[in-house]
């Protein structure tokens, strides 16, 4: 079956960095999506990967490895703010999108 | 402002008496979809539309319907609701099934069956 294993819950201190993980195994891959989730909002999007290296934004970076089916959400400077839910998601040889559970990011002063 | 429009943000019902969920999108994306979220668990897909007149189920369509008419409007059908499908509803869009953009979501309906 399509897996995809997040962390369930990680706690950061504010200035900091924190790192979430992500694995997978789909059947075929065609991207890789990290969406933010505050509680009870609607997701919004964060990354996507598709080719194995580090792709950076701002305070955000993602990593994908295809090979390990891997990724990582590297967040930096971390704000008070950034408590959310963190979720990967990868498309499938269907172009489905098959999603994590999230991890939720507290974030303490 | 580019944005998916769902309706109603809050909903409680009764068991057995149909409701439907709107969703309307003014991107012109031709894919767009149906996730409901549950605690714990990932969201899963419901339905989802490739364009106009084109639908297929995701992995847990059982108890709904959606239909396609126009490229704006997927709308949600419960038939005959159950306590089961008390959850929160996400509405999605994208320009293509096979594009890099990520999907664009709505706020969210949140829908309570007693």
Known sequence: GQNIDQPTEMTATEGAIVQINCTYQTSGFNGLFWYQQHAGEAPTFLSYNVLDGLEEKGRFSSFLSRSKGYSYLLLKELQMKDSASYLCAVKDSNYQLIWGAGTKLIIKP | ?114
Not at chain 2, 36 to 49: A, E, F, M, T, V
Not at chain 2, 60 to 74: I, L, T
């Open chain 2, 1 to 114: 402002e580019a944005q998916v429009t769902q309706n109603p943000r809050y909903l409680i019902t009764v068991t057995g008496k149909k409701l439907t969920v709107t969703c309307s999108q003014n991107m012109n994306h031709e894919y767009m979809s149906w996730y409901r979220q549950d605690p714990g668990l990932g969201l899963r897909q419901i339905y989802y539309s490739m364009n106009v007149e084109v639908t297929d189920k995701g992995d847990v369509p059982e108890g709904y319907k959606v239909s396609r008419k126009e490229k704006r409007n997927f709308p949600l059908i419960l038939e005959s609701p159950s306590p089961n499908q008390t959850s929160l509803y996400f509405c999605a869009s994208s320009l293509s099934e096979t594009g890099t953009g990520g999907y664009t979501f709505g706020s969210g309906t949140r829908l309570t069956v007693v």
